[in-house]
């Protein structure tokens, strides 16, 4: 694979800057962004100077702040472009981006971020996009938390899901998940296009946002507990559509398996 | 009004029983329903013999078969016909309708139900339209709530908010109620088309359907107390997009006005 496209894998941060001039990157949470963006070391930020960094993972806005200050520092710029699609869109190129950095950071790139996305916008200084990505992830969790509410529910008085789901879908109960993770809940089919521990992690993100606003959240800080309750059952891997483990009558994580003491030879 | 399409405004409610065939009621809730069919007195089941009653109040499943039990006893039908949807499809007579009820009742009053909606179906007993009419208003209002969360931080945040619901109309945060109420919560325009005392009172009847499954339904919880908050705050009056008043920086009830202690006259 890395052949028949020209890549070459990297032994260290710091060569991956060596070849490219535009290097965009994608990491799980905030501790993995600091640690490839250190200030010491062989990390992305080692003889940066001119380069340009394209930041597209979910993560605090406060990171990225301290991200571009640091690639400022040494001669770099940074934009973060948040991903507000998945898998399937990536591997088509239409995902939905979202940027945030300086203007002319976003002008410079925008021909090659078009060529990934159909849809994408300036949203304003670094941190101002993943801000906006923290919040539709956080209306969409709590949309995804309820639709498991609400069908888990249904299963539970015994209607008919796939009519409970139609009829949602025509009602004031459609939503976006409601077209992504209805059925897979009702199949249970969780299959992992977006973990429940990235949307524990999102909620997260967008909790830790509100505190200083005093903005009382009893939604999202109910739905984030769901999906740490996820992760705390060790369910963190499936998809969004499993949090559906937590509602639907007859599922759940199994119970802790016992390990039998082994016995000691006599 | 009344002259001009032949209706006659009657003192008492066996007076309705007794000038029509078929009577549609509708009413506020639980309470009221069982007082218009209670089973002593001018009420709606004097002389009710063959008639047919078609119930399209929200209220909860247990009563809708309560009165079903009362009207067979003396001679008379009843269907439930739960309207999925508000004022401008009423009168358009655009309705989505959900039935309850005798499949023989159904059909009798088809025709009648055909007039009033644009779609309908027939979902099984008594009771069982209700239950789903409580699945689809728990759902609706949890979103509903955590769109009022996403845009309440997101102002506190500093976002334009006419920016921040096209972003959420395009990625997995889009609603139903992203159409209906997104706007309204900016403009803070709440006019009444379906009330946060009747978003309390339906969330109320979902969580009294759960009780006895012991599913577990943090957010329709969550939900809940929030609309309790507003009809405590004397919100209650306001259209269910009022809920933004619990989540937008500077919005909010008033501190109520504590009354000054009378002065005693000396």
């Known amino acids: 694979m890395a052949d028949s496209v020209g890549a070459v894998a990297c032994g260290h941060l710091d060569e991956v800057t060596a070849r490219a001039e535009w290097i965009l990157?994608?990491?799980?949470?905030?501790?993995?962004?600091?640690?490839?963006?250190?200030?010491?070391?062989?990390?992305?930020l080692k003889g940066a100077k001119g380069k340009v960094f394209i930041n597209c993972a979910t993560i605090s806005p406060a990171t990225h702040i301290k991200v571009e200050e640091r690639a400022t520092k040494v001669g770099a710029s940074t934009l973060e472009a948040c991903m507000a699609s998945s898998i399937t869109q990536a591997r088509e190129g239409t995902l939905y981006l979202m940027c945030g950095g300086r203007k002319n950071t976003y002008k410079k790139v925008e021909p090659l971020l078009k060529d990934l996305s159909s849809s994408m916008r300036y949203i304003g200084a670094a941190?101002?996009?993943?801000e906006v990505k923290a919040l539709v992830n956080m209306v969409m969790n709590i949309n995804t938390a309820g639709l498991a509410e609400g069908l888990g529910l249904g299963a539970a008085l015994g209607h008919d899901l796939t009519m409970l789901r139609e009829v949602f879908s025509q009602t004031g109960a459609n939503s976006r998940v409601l077209e992504t993770d209805g059925e897979d809940m009702q199949l249970r089919?969780?299959?992992?296009?977006?973990?429940?521990?990235?949307a524990a992690k999102d909620s997260g993100i967008a909790l830790s946002m509100a505190k200083p606003t005093k903005i009382a959240l009893p939604l999202a800080q109910a739905t984030y507990a769901q999906y740490?309750?996820?992760?705390?059952?060790g369910l963190a891997d499936?998809?969004?559509?499993?949090?559906?483990?937590?509602?639907?009558?007859?599922?759940?994580?199994?119970?802790?398996?016992?390990?039998?003491?082994?016995?000691?030879?006599?």
Chains 1, 2 share one sequence.
């Open 25 to 44: 990157t994608i990491v799980t949470d905030d501790r993995a962004m600091n640690q490839i963006f250190r200030s010491s070391g062989r990390s992305l």
């Open 238 to 266: 499936l998809d969004k559509s499993g949090i559906a483990e937590l509602t639907f009558p007859g599922r759940g994580p199994k119970k802790a398996k016992t390990k039998k003491a082994p016995q000691k030879k006599r």
């Open 189 to 198: 089919d969780h299959a992992c296009y977006f973990s429940a521990g990235h």
């Open 228 to 233: 740490q309750a996820m992760e705390q059952a």
């Open 127 to 130: 941190g101002k996009a993943s």
